[in-house]
């Protein structure tokens, strides 16, 4: 299984013109920040001293947030290019197995999206350390570190009971685009949560990337949303304005989050036991 752990992410990684694109939604709400929101928001909130930091690190948990759905099913497409040429039922063949085949194509994902994020990371954090010199502190690092890897085991787990029902690489690739497009507004990067109408904030909070997303913003903008309101009602507007808490009723606590968040991996990962043992059984059949 460790073989074909290494060979999925060579193939990914060799592919430079698909890791971009796996890229592309993440860098898609970079650059429409950059270019158009920063500007519009940050003249709402011009009152409060760090607003390039408490902007700048609410793009960074939502585009990790898109980072991890897009790149964990970019990576997955190995698992529908296997079954369209036929590899996947020759793997079969040999005393590998099926579950262990399908969870090197998970376990393979799960690794790409984690490394994808850092490297996402990497590139925002340079850039607002050299624009806004923005930095995150050391105290962040192992919950933001467990952050991702959630995000990454949630995206790969939900993405894998969609890509191993698709037939073709062309059908996955309309899903992906679509996934792509769609991942900025229901993380609530393109626009902030609080601005959408009520219809559509209930739609973004059936998303696992909102909870994603929230958390991600938690970790980052904790100690600079501490300094920067006095207020706890301010804080409370601007965290439901931004998507940095969720709104059910009242405004979801960190520990609800993630509570949230880790239920929706157990039932993904019973839904996807559940579908793998079915395919399985009728492979046997």
């Known amino acids: 299984m460790l073989a074909l752990i290494k060979r999925n992410c060579i193939l990914y990684f060799r592919n430079r013109s698909g890791v971009i694109f796996s890229l592309m939604g993440a860098l898609i709400s970079f650059i429409l920040y950059l270019v158009f929101l920063k500007d519009n928001i940050e003249s709402s909130w011009s009152r409060i001293d760090d607003t390039n930091q408490l902007l700048d690190t609410w793009l960074m948990g939502g585009t990790l947030a898109i980072t991890g759905i897009t790149t964990t099913l970019s990576s997955l497409s190995q698992w529908t290019k296997d079954k369209e040429s036929h590899v996947r039922q020759d793997l079969l063949i040999t005393d590998l197995g099926y579950w262990p085949l399908s969870f090197s194509y998970i376990l393979s994902a799960a690794f790409i999206g984690f490394v994808m994020q850092l490297i996402m990371l990497a590139i925002m954090g340079s850039y607002f350390y050299m624009a806004d010199q923005v930095s995150l502190s050391w105290s962040v690092w192992p919950q933001l570190l467990a952050v991702m890897l959630l995000n990454t085991l949630i995206s790969t787990l939900l993405n894998a009971l969609l890509v191993s029902r698709m037939g073709s690489v062309d059908n996955l690739g309309k899903l992906a685009t679509v996934f792509g497009a769609a991942s900025g507004f229901l993380v609530g990067t393109y626009v902030p949560i609080g601005a959408l109408p009520d219809f559509a904030q209930t739609l973004m909070k059936c998303t696992p990337g909102a909870y994603i997303a929230s958390l991600f913003r938690q970790v980052l903008m904790a100690d600079t949303l501490k300094n920067n309101f006095s207020q706890g009602s301010a804080r409370e507007h601007f965290e439901k304005l931004m998507g940095i808490r969720l709104d ?38």
Do not use: E, K, P
């Open 248 to 285: 059910w009723q009242d405004l979801l606590t960190n520990v609800q989050t993630y509570y949230i968040v880790v239920g929706i991996l157990a039932i993904g990962l019973v839904l996807f036991s559940l579908q793998n043992a079915l395919m399985q059984r009728r492979v046997l059949v």
